[in-house]
């Protein structure tokens, strides 16, 4: 499992005071780049490839309030890939300073060609590269299938 720290900010906070949710996508977002960089995935990397990651949905379950004072852990777990690289499922825990997990999130993306701007399956080299990170218990193949099962686009919107 992959883990980043963070010490909670004034300006990670909302007006109850707590960890906004804006800082919690923030820190995953920071967690994300962090794996994705030291698993080969620089952004030299990614534009000489001419790729880059889309974020699909965040879905967040909050257990419990955070607070400023004491740093927070952010985990990164593989929960599902596609066989060719194009969808990922990233999960999200946040540990207070005792190991508590307070929070979590399911994260689903793809991978998209920054010239077409169509959804890609990822170049050899970086789909060995992360074939060979740690998977989460639950890891599964995922399909085109996986990225509708929260519904679809609003009538009024297709």
């Known amino acids: 499992m992959y883990f980043k720290e ?35 995935f620089t952004q030299k990397e990614l534009a000489k490839n001419n790729i880059g990651p889309v974020v699909f949905y965040e879905h967040m379950y909050y257990f419990k309030e955070a607070f400023p004072g004491k740093p927070v852990r952010v985990s990164l777990e593989i929960a599902g890939l596609s066989e060719d690289g194009m969808f990922f499922e990233f999960l999200h825990n946040f540990y207070d300073t005792n190991g508590k997990n307070f929070a979590s999130c399911e994260m689903m993306g793809a991978w998209i060609d920054l010239q077409t701007r169509q959804l890609i399956g990822l ?34 919107l297709q």
């Open 6 to 40: 963070f010490d909670i900010r004034w300006s990670d906070l909302d007006a109850n005071r707590h960890l906004a949710n804006s800082a919690y996508i923030n820190f995953m977002s920071h967690t994300r780049m962090g794996f994705l960089i030291e698993n080969g």
């Open 123 to 156: 170049p050899a080299q970086f789909n060995d590269a992360i074939r060979n990170v740690p998977r989460a218990k639950n890891f599964k193949i995922l399909t085109k299938e996986d990225t509708r099962r929260f519904g679809k686009k609003p009538e009024n």
